[in-house]
């Protein structure tokens, strides 16, 4: 089985989900220069370069590959539900 998870948001979005995390680009360098061959890394570049196109939507995508579950009929519906809300909806 193949499920790929999807999630879409803005720069802005992720911006302010770095600065709840970290406080601030700043405190986050701080922690990498304690520890600099750290995952945290990644992190502080991606931050970066998202600032650099603030309205830019971001796309993440995971996909796990596995035969070890199956899923029925209800947890088909239980996804369709997650999915239907948090569907953002634009008004024209």
């Given at each position: 089985?193949?499920?790929t998870l999807i999630k879409e948001q803005t720069?802005?979005?992720?911006?302010?989900?770095?600065?709840?995390?970290?406080?601030?680009?700043?405190?986050?360098k701080t922690?990498?220069?304690k520890t600099p061959k750290n995952?945290?890394?990644?992190?502080?570049?991606n931050w970066k370069l998202l600032l650099e196109t603030p309205e830019e939507p971001?796309?993440?995508?995971?996909?796990i590959i596995t035969n070890k579950?199956?899923?029925g009929e209800n947890e088909t519906q239980i996804l369709n539900?997650?999915?239907?809300?948090?569907?953002?909806?634009?008004?024209?």
């Open positions: 089985m193949i499920i720069t802005r979005e992720y911006d302010e989900k770095m600065k709840a995390k970290y406080g601030s680009m700043e405190k986050l922690l990498l220069e995952t945290l890394y990644a992190d502080l570049e971001i796309r993440m995508e995971n996909i579950i199956s899923i539900i997650i999915k239907m809300k948090n569907l953002k909806v634009s008004e024209k």
